[in-house]
């Protein structure tokens, strides 16, 4: 492997073994979880289930940091845009 293929290895192994090692969250219906994106990294595990909705909610204050100029929405032309839900 050349150095850079290494360095990229090496960070894909470790995130796999960070998140196999990582602490699960079950979340029931009517129950939510806020993540701070600046303090904690994260992700979630695949479903399956057509009728689960994953909604994406920006809150910030005046002192937040890196909020974005311009249209808040996750990618261009996406449903959340208009502010209907998006399955994910």
Do not use: K
Not at 20 to 38: C, S, T
Not at 48 to 63: A, K, M, N, Y
Not at 69 to 87: I, K, M, N, Q, V
Request: charged share 30%; hydrophobic share 40%; aromatic share 8%.
């Amino acid at each position: 492997l050349r150095p850079d293929e290494a360095m990229i290895a090496a960070y894909h192994a470790a995130v796999e073994r960070a998140a196999a090692a990582a602490p699960r969250v079950v979340l029931r219906p009517g129950e939510a979880l806020v993540v701070d994106n600046y303090r904690m990294f994260h992700g979630r595990d695949a479903y399956s289930d057509p009728q689960r909705l994953l909604w994406r909610c920006w809150v910030w204050t005046e002192r937040a940091r890196g909020v974005p100029d311009g249209e808040l929405c996750s990618t261009p032309g996406d449903d959340a845009a208009a502010g209907r839900p998006t399955r994910d």
